[in-house]
């Protein structure tokens, strides 16, 4: 006879007991996985310690790393897939389409080398996000690998702990600029991305700490981890990171609520703001530390002005923008509100920053990509079988929230690294909790289709490594020769300077910098041929770098500097007057142009000048030339009257 399962109450998460995911795995498939993690987990797992991975010099090498895992995953996988076995990552159409775009758009960016710089790191984001979703949850690895990241992140944030009891201001081996005071910052430069990674993981730490869905020793990781990170983030002094921190926890209550009964989600959205607002004003009231940042927001920062002059970049190109990469070069040159620094990288907003650099167009793919990110995780959590996937999916959305809410005001999308920390939570916690309805895999049907998938894949990700690894030799190169220069081996930084310029042909830095070189060697040489020999070909070279990217001023005023050596200073006076129209915010060069005046006995125009940059910020130098010219301009009167 057949006996009835009782009724399960309303709003009750089913637990169905499933199948480990990934089970009937070969074992050689399982060790070409074990291959391609461990080829992308030093990504995650390190990126934060090398200050971020900003620079080329730091994420180069992770770009090869992660695009060799994708490699190895398609080539060594893909011919034993059955149907419908590989992942379809939310978001990848949307991203790829975004890709497309930002090659596309290279041979009409403003720098070319740059968009294609940004777009080979965009590869290794996508590469990292498929590779993730394929491998990181099958037998349950997910456990591993978030294991490992909770003990990097436990590390990270006792280092700053230490730190700040300390009052050191030393980040691993450089010291901290002076403007971040005793702010926290672990092994990063600035404080409010390391908020930032210790939000990504906040969320997911509370949701496994406090349940019992979870083992013990990765329950004890979490809560370890989330007691020693929240007081970091705290001292962090970072107020886009203190939003974060309660957008991500408030978005995880928000979900696990929905996931009982739209009563209890109604009943939480009441609360929450309630409820945060009291702990704000509570610690504001307890807090100086807080009382002085908020003072300081309210007394106005460089934010507003940043995005008044970024909304001008946006207007000037709406549509495809002016190319990944390009916002520090564009910007000096339709900067007016923004004054207290020359040369912002970012608009410390990510949203206006993508826009002003791949137009609506390129804005609208990545909105359309995150938002199935995040429409996949709401729906994982609602329907999940599992109390496990339900929690899982509720602290990713919360560390979504966390990064979304920070980025309004800061720029995390452009940190290397912390990119790279939110596509490993995010693939792995997809893949983890991979089986509900939102998901759907790539049906190879057709073995044609399968040999043109992998042989187009393969063909690009050898594309990008072999491209990448050419500008990060390259790279490595010209920064030698300017070693090799201050070590005053001139013949040894040519030849470098030269190698770098023919392995990496579209990188303007070797022409720049072996320009500078020989404008140098040429102001000292006393022979009249050989002085002449390279004024020319620093000419030559001034040329070629302002061909390759005509945004960056520092050839032009190269130039100026050339035609003051060859007694051709109405060409020089002319390069600045242009330089200063360029970029007019820029100190220096008005200043230079002032200097050059002076030199020529332009008196009236050097003084108009000099009075001009001291409304924008004034030093001694200023202050100097303005008393010196006007006694000159009196005793020149005085000698008339």
Not at 238 to 243: F, T
Request: with cysteine.
């Amino acid at each position: 006879m057949a006996v009835s399962r009782p009724a399960e109450p309303a709003g009750a998460v089913r637990r169905t007991p499933r199948k480990r995911r990934g089970a009937g795995l070969s074992p050689a498939l399982s060790r070409i996985h074990w291959i391609a993690i461990a080829l992308l987990l030093p990504l995650p797992l390190f990126g934060g310690w090398l200050y971020g991975s900003v620079r080329f010099w730091a994420h180069g090498p992770q770009i090869v790393l992660a695009c060799l895992s994708a490699l190895v995953l398609l080539i060594g996988c893909l011919p034993r897939f059955k149907r419908e076995v590989l992942r379809r990552p939310p978001g990848f159409v949307p991203f790829l389409l975004f890709l497309a775009l930002a090659w596309i758009m290279i041979p009409f960016a403003a720098v070319p080398f740059e968009t294609r710089q940004h777009a080979l790191r965009f590869t290794s984001f996508l590469a990292a996000y498929w590779v993730w979703v394929e491998v990181g949850g099958r037998r349950d690895r997910w456990r591993l690998l978030l294991s490992l990241m909770l003990i990097s992140v436990i590390l990270m944030a006792l280092y700053a702990l230490v730190q700040h009891g300390r009052g050191s201001r030393m980040v691993l081996a450089v010291v901290r600029p002076e403007n971040y005071f005793m702010r926290a910052s672990g092994a990063y430069i600035c404080p409010n991305h390391f908020a930032n990674m210790l939000n990504l993981f906040l969320p997911v730490c509370l949701v496994i700490a406090f349940s019992r869905s979870f083992g013990v020793v990765l329950r004890l990781l979490a809560g370890y981890a989330a007691l020693v990170s929240i007081p970091a983030v705290y001292l962090t002094q970072s107020r886009s990171g203190w939003i974060g921190f309660f957008a991500g926890v408030g978005t995880v209550l928000l979900v696990l609520a929905l996931t009982r009964s739209v009563k209890k989600f109604v009943i939480t959205a009441v609360v929450l703001p309630v409820a945060v607002a009291a702990i704000a004003v509570t610690m504001y009231a307890v807090s100086p530390m807080i009382q002085e940042r908020v003072a300081e927001a309210a007394h106005g920062n460089i934010r507003i002005q940043l995005w008044q002059d970024t909304w001008s970049i946006i207007t000037a190109q709406p549509w495809f923008g002016y190319g990944l990469g390009s916002y520090r070069w564009v910007y000096p040159h339709v900067q007016q509100h923004m004054i207290m620094y020359v040369d912002p990288e970012y608009a410390h907003n990510d949203y206006l920053h993508f826009w002003a650099e791949t137009g609506l167009v390129g804005i609208a793919l990545l909105a359309w990509g995150f938002g199935a990110i995040v429409w996949r995780t709401l729906r994982a959590a609602v329907t999940g079988e599992r109390r496990q996937d339900v929690l899982l999916t509720a602290g990713l959305a919360g560390s979504l929230a966390a990064v979304f809410s920070h980025n309004l005001f800061d720029f995390n999308f452009n940190m290397f690294g912390n990119v790279h920390i939110l596509i490993f939570l995010t693939g792995i916690l997809t893949s983890a909790t991979f089986g509900c309805r939102a998901d759907r895999g790539i049906p190879f049907t057709s073995p044609w289709l399968r040999r043109i998938v992998v042989g187009a894949g393969c063909l690009y990700l050898a594309f990008a490594v072999v491209v990448t690894t050419r500008a990060y030799l390259a790279e490595r190169i010209w920064k030698a020769g300017d070693a090799a220069k201050e070590s005053l081996e001139y013949d040894r930084a040519e030849s470098l300077y030269r190698r770098a310029a023919s392995i990496e042909p579209g990188d303007w830095n070797p022409h720049l910098h072996l320009a500078h070189m020989r404008r140098g060697q040429s102001f000292w040489n006393r022979s009249p041929e050989r002085k002449q020999e390279q004024i020319d070909e620093a000419r030559v070279l001034y040329a070629r770098s302002i061909e390759l990217n005509p945004w960056d001023t520092e050839a032009d005023y190269g130039l100026s500097a050339l035609f003051n050596m060859t007694g051709e200073p109405e060409k020089a006076l002319e390069i600045r007057r242009e330089l200063v129209e360029r970029v007019p915010m820029d100190l220096f060069y008005r200043k230079e142009l002032g200097l050059q005046l002076r030199s020529m006995g332009r008196y009236e125009e050097a003084l108009k000048v000099f009075e001009e940059a001291k409304k924008l910020k004034t030093d001694e130098q200023i202050e100097l030339n303005i008393r010196m010219l006007q006694r000159k301009l009196e005793s020149a009167a005085g000698g008339r009257g």
